[in-house]
């Protein structure tokens, strides 16, 4: 095409004002490309994650002036990267095949051109094509991934699909994109999948952290662990984040609740270390429903964790060039 | 199959507690079979109507004890009529073909054994089939349409697919289901479609009655005249209502609000007079959105709506035996 | 007691600022009191009514100073008449025989004093204590009934027990306080009761304008029949509104809503033609349950169909001195 | 300035996608020019509305594509008016005679410019400057006043200001900007405001219809009698639309609700009456509160009154060359 | 009776679609008995938990299938066990002593015949019933009560009443069903009771950890000394969770919140380890208020308490016979 | 005056049923005074802080009785003190600089009176008068501030004006009412202010916990720290809470919700550490947004902010002249 979509619902904005851009004609300066996936037809419960890319760009009360500069990790991502939002792909609900292939061929653009695309889901299911798009370009079996969720998302067929949100992650293991032993999942918890499943998992040696294990071990030791599994033998990471990660009585605003889950403050802190820590090729960021949500709370923490996300990658290329590295206990005004 | 597929969301419950069945395999003595199409993949904005078959099912405050009295009509339709619920047909949202066809063989199957198939949407997508299946056992082409709606859903393509929830009624027609000259639309009201699709429309020679002349001429003048075509060389009359045709702000639970409908009131009354005075085959009551509900009025009214055509059906068919008249004017309790 | 009890729930305040009393002491002057009758332990189905009169009190944007002009009417109910607020009458939701009791004690009280007893419900099964209290003034036997309502609210026994929502207009014709012929019910519809509760009512006499009547004749000629009735060889009026008349798509805030009501202008108008035209001798207004309203919008019509009865009484009372009848032709600034 | 401001919350959008433009640089082909007064420091009760221009602007579930041909009126004003968005004006709360100021500023620009200027408010405060501004070019004293409300808006002092959404009227009628006895009211209601602003009403001539004349009389025939005022001895009608003169059980989302008002039907209708026979010179449609919503139904309505008006208008200037005549009872699809 | 009574409000659903049976004939093979207890007439404040038994029921977006395999656990609760679901009892508001008796009634047999009852409320009046239903089985002032919530609930008369959601425990051990000194309460916070009742509670030596111990000593500590305790000289342990005692931030759900709870992931985790470690013999899980919820975060919540409870219940068991102790800080895939 | 003004919105209601007193009149016993400040004219994003004083003198499910017995600090702040309110002072929201200075009057003659001002905002705009008020009566520069917040608010000039919520702290360090060295924030984060803000902070050597900090060190030991700048040569403590420091997960009903923020609990247990710990001579509750509110939850925690606070200041007294010091590991029944 080259000329851009736009949206899929609603009028035609960006990520918090940040500059447009077509996703088959990304500028060469660019260093990230924001998508939108609006699509929910993969949802095996509560949709309205179609709704969350046209959420999640302007949850916010201040300015959208392509600026935010970030108190705790003191680099203003909007700017100090060169960020463009390239506008939804049209994914129609109603045809999920189309839709993810479509949206694998944008994001797949965007890697090869060197950016490091964005995804704003969307239900689930878009993980497959936007890690299989980073995949693409960063090499095959070489990208691991750190994936936030309650859910495992390995399931093999629903509701008579090999498609849908509950299943991209076992896509993304059986295609070869993603290895099934770097593939790292926190905040699992609740009553599925069975045995079979869970079997499936272990015997691609995919390493999940249940709540249990992150409340008996503790949170940061749990991602240091699985930051080590995750940098060995690959060359890029794709951190995908499941709002549903969160308890529910914090993030009411998705589709499949399950309580028991993170605090906001807890995965605001792991995306920072994950962005900061990992050399980060591609992102997304799914399942936030707005019919569901309440005075826009979790449509609130998806832009946040974007931002988060955002920050982190600054800072560590920042740091990378600087030699400094970032001190979580510096108090806020020193050095100012 | 024959083994009663049960609820796609939910726990499997029946309306209002009339006796269960499976659609593949309806009882002799069936003169109503409800099926539920949980299904919105083919919505083009707000989603939600997947949970309309649950709610419009479960909408009541009074015993589900599978009988419903109407003061107004003096009968009991879920007792003076054998009125079964096959349950849900499974629908996934991301696969609007299979979905449409799976339906399709349900309503087809229920009218072949001779009831009235009531479907519960789910989007207004399923009327293509609703209305096919009903049209394969009446007579292709042998059936009108009277089609209660804010919009025409006589688009041709959107998001690049020829399904979907704006485009039932071409399809319809097209395939010579049913006659266009015998489609008659209530409530058309807004800014779609445009041009060429009302010239497609009226190429065909359909009758949609808008909003304005609604207002001038008065509902009920509409109706009388709507009904005459109706009947004129059609064996049977396909009920089409989508709930949009209230007035969003007495129903604001559905997809594609659009201010300046009829009142709860007008809609009850309409279905009724359409239910008593023409031989209704088949019937759906679509877009009920319980995720933009408020305390389930729009549920309330999908159900009312039910029961109403129902009661109305049960009435005419009482009528017929006894040579009766029904009369609006009849106090209550005169003749207890 | 004679200290007053206040509220039962939140802070104790009076109905848009009028003076309080306690029901035991009613001040000589006293042309109305107020009552509030926070319970909701006789509802069938959704609660909520207990915080009924807390927000018929305050639900106003004006300012809560015990004055309140009627544009239409031309009075200020709540200075030219004397009225009082004397609080809630403790109603333990738990105990309903101990409550109805209590609250019956109150309103006789109130009615002996020789002030209209207004009061806020809390569920319908308070106009059994309600229209008795008004009867032992009155006369046993010579109140008649004004009664809008979505339900007859005659049942026999429900969950067991003779009393609750359902029942209290059952329960005033069997004790002989209102006669079952003077008894007019306004906007019945649905599909309760059953024939059974029917043949009773209509071997009382009951007249019961159910909606479709009410449509097909019109809402004014019922009512002018309702009311030559209602002052047959009656001394008083007893005005029962339950809001659920009113379209629950305006009129939300309620626990057994029956699509297909009045509009709350055709409510207003009804109770403001009752005040003015007929003796009204006490008044409930009954079935607000704010936990299912929206932003507030049922309360405000509990608090102006209050208002609506008082300046309709105060201007009633005027024109019986002055010789004047009310023209509702007249342009609001006409004569001012 | 010359440059556009943008929007004072979130994106810069336009109203469903026309034109950008600055309301000092009017472009010369524009017809009409929007603007946005995202304020409610004028607002005596629930604020909200500083985020109805945002709503209004995107409230459909149509493409944002700036066309909108309507059904009724056979025109898509969008497209056969230059139609442009001037975004909005700063408006701080915090200080209304500043915001006020500027507005005024802003309106009178843009009809200096030859074009009409359609606000979207913010609370009703700005109707002073929105006619002001509309005078100033039509001509001091020679613009009459169509002003649809609940409230008459004629106050003297609120909360020790002159300044206010209870006072517009009455500055601008002092001010001579609009003629006492060419300000017509359709649909005053309720407790507001007491005989000594009454009476000052009066005195100027004012000519307001009570809901209670409309009811008695007919909207249509109060309509034609306020029309014939308004063109006499005027050479142009400003239209001010205040969402709450429709009931609040049907349009939540405002912020002094007062029950017992038009359908949203009857709004329409009126509203395009008032921009097909008259010379419509401005337009504001005030008092959307988003906060106070539900589902987005009163935003929508607030949309839809914008585009009823410029369709009227649209259809206005075409009949005005073609020497046509709209016909409410014309079918849809005659003349397609 | 032996016939199933079902629902008292809405469809007769079972948890989760587990089996049905009818209380007064429980199958041989049950080990836990579900009783849906929808009762509010105990309420203080907010009603509404009338609706908990049935929200509880069905909040899952998982298969209503009767099987919920833990992650944590291993263990698939409702296969591992033989649960049945008895319906509801009918309990009616307005008849507190009438309802809690016939509930009482229900869970002694239950409880005789030898399954654990697990009641789902419903307003915290129930315990009474519960566990005195329980102790009549396991041995009178031989069932200690671990007991989480905001409140004591050990009030003395309120609104005239001895029975309420506020009394239950001060009557559990005046009865000597529950011994005092074994009366374990956690979460306990706020404002309530006052001295009187407290040197009450301190008198029958109950050990209550307010949230200030419980945040000062760790939530784990403070549970293993009360465990230590309840095994100390009785039989079997009844567990009742009330869910405000979580924070309403996070489970808004409930009828009298009171903030600074726990979050809903010490409530899980804690709930395990009491089922796990204890002997537990009957279980009510209480104070989901459905109308005060949020996309039901709270319903979710609830369900999942029992879920936990029965799954620590089985694993218990499964370890009892095997040997083996379960490991909260083994990985999920390790072993499957 | 002297007179009471009373409510600005609703009825006139005290703080929990504590006695009336005017704000300038203060009786010679009060310890503290309650003011109500509804006012969000200065509010940048969401409104509806107006609202505030309202929700938090009710958001309580005990009797409105002036008794709020605390279990954790055993005293009975509304008893062992003597606390009026003084109700509302007039705040009109389009006259930030008027209300501003009204509200800082009021503040400075309670002050003045010798009793501590606790006010219930309103937006934060009102810290300005709030500390300045209690400066003037403790001495200028000798108060130090503890500000809980999601933001700095020491903004230069947003929209166009000096006053606003975005502002109160600079202009508070600018006039010298207090110093900069000892102003003590906690709980920043996201992404505003900018570098230039940022470092006119640190220029006048403000310490603000950024929440990265508080989350690395500890909540507990950043407060000790904050503590001991805070009575370093200053005589007095004003604390400031904005809930929105709270994550918006957990309190919604705010204007600009920043996820990541503290938990209730936490909260509650800083406020009471400062009131107990630090000699606090002025109070401010601001930034409940009631519109944005779910349930209530944001408003209850209001309250508790308010009452935690009182309580830990009653028994600060206490235990200043029993030489007793409180400890939060006691078990509640302890000493009872």
Same mark, same amino acid.
């Given at each position: 095409?080259?000329?851009?979509?736009?949206?899929?619902?609603?009028?035609?904005?960006?990520? =918090?004002?940040?500059?447009?851009?077509?996703? @088959?004609?990304?500028? @060469?300066?660019?260093?990230?490309?924001?998508?939108?996936?609006?699509? !929910?037809?993969?949802?095996?419960?509560?949709?309205?994650?179609?709704? #969350?890319?046209?959420?999640?760009?302007?949850?916010?009360?201040?300015?959208?002036?392509?600026?935010?500069?970030?108190?705790?990790?003191?680099?203003?991502? +909007?700017? @100090?990267?060169?960020?463009?939002?390239?506008? !939804?792909?049209?994914?129609?609900?109603? *045809?999920?095949?189309?839709? =993810?292939? !479509?949206?694998?061929?944008?994001?797949?653009?965007?890697?090869?051109?060197?950016?490091?695309?964005?995804?704003?889901?969307? @239900?689930?299911?878009?993980?497959?094509?936007?890690?299989?798009?980073?995949?693409?370009?960063?090499?095959?079996?070489?990208?691991?991934?750190?994936?936030?969720?309650?859910?495992?998302?390995?399931?093999?067929?629903?509701?008579?699909?090999?498609?849908?949100?509950?299943?991209?992650?076992?896509?993304?293991?059986?295609?070869?994109?993603?290895?099934?032993?770097?593939?790292?999942?926190?905040? +699992?918890?609740?009553?599925?999948?069975?045995? %079979?499943? =869970?079997?499936?998992?272990?015997?691609?040696?995919?390493?999940?952290?249940?709540?249990?294990?992150?409340?008996?071990?503790?949170?940061?030791?749990?991602?240091?662990?699985?930051?080590?599994?995750?940098? *060995?033998?690959?060359?890029?990471?794709?951190?995908?984040?499941?709002?549903?990660?969160?308890?529910?009585?914090?993030?009411?605003?998705?589709?499949?609740?399950?309580? #028991?889950?993170?605090?906001?403050?807890?995965?605001? *802190?792991?995306?920072?270390?994950?962005?900061?820590?990992?050399?980060?090729?591609?992102?997304?960021?799914?399942?936030?429903?707005?019919?569901?949500?309440? /005075?826009?709370?979790?449509?609130?923490?998806?832009?946040?964790?974007?931002?988060?996300?955002? /920050?982190?990658?600054?800072?560590?290329?920042?740091?990378?060039?600087?030699?400094?590295?970032?001190?979580?206990?510096?108090?806020?005004? %020193?050095?100012?």
């Amino acid at each position: 095409m080259t000329e851009r979509y736009g949206a899929m619902y609603g009028p035609d904005i960006t990520f =918090l004002g940040v500059d447009r851009c077509s996703w @088959d004609a990304v500028p @060469d300066d660019a260093d990230v490309v924001i998508l939108g996936a609006p699509f !929910d037809g993969g949802t095996s419960h509560r949709p309205g994650t179609r709704f #969350g890319p046209q959420a999640m760009r302007q949850a916010c009360y201040l300015a959208h002036d392509g600026s935010r500069p970030s108190l705790a990790l003191r680099v203003d991502a +909007l700017r @100090d990267l060169r960020v463009y939002d390239a506008g !939804d792909v049209e994914m129609f609900g109603g *045809d999920i095949e189309r839709s =993810l292939r !479509d949206l694998e061929t944008a994001v797949t653009t965007v890697a090869a051109a060197g950016a490091i695309p964005v995804v704003l889901g969307g @239900d689930h299911s878009i993980a497959w094509p936007d890690a299989t798009g980073v995949a693409r370009h960063v090499g095959w079996g070489r990208v691991s991934m750190v994936h936030f969720d309650a859910h495992a998302d390995t399931g093999e067929i629903e509701f008579g699909s090999l498609y849908g949100h509950g299943q991209p992650m076992r896509r993304l293991i059986e295609s070869g994109a993603v290895r099934g032993d770097r593939f790292l999942q926190i905040g +699992l918890r609740g009553y599925w999948p069975g045995p %079979d499943v =869970l079997s499936w998992m272990a015997s691609h040696r995919m390493r999940s952290y249940e709540m249990t294990e992150v409340v008996a071990r503790g949170l940061d030791e749990c991602l240091s662990e699985a930051f080590t599994i995750a940098v *060995d033998s690959c060359d890029g990471v794709f951190l995908s984040v499941d709002v549903d990660v969160v308890d529910p009585g914090m993030a009411p605003g998705t589709g499949t609740p399950e309580p #028991g889950g993170l605090t906001t403050r807890q995965l605001l *802190d792991a995306v920072r270390r994950c962005c900061y820590e990992l050399p980060v090729a591609g992102v997304d960021v799914v399942e936030v429903a707005p019919p569901y949500d309440v /005075s826009d709370v979790t449509a609130y923490l998806g832009n946040r964790v974007v931002l988060e996300a955002l /920050s982190a990658i600054a800072r560590r290329r920042r740091d990378a060039v600087s030699g400094e590295t970032w001190d979580p206990r510096q108090p806020l005004l %020193d050095g100012r």
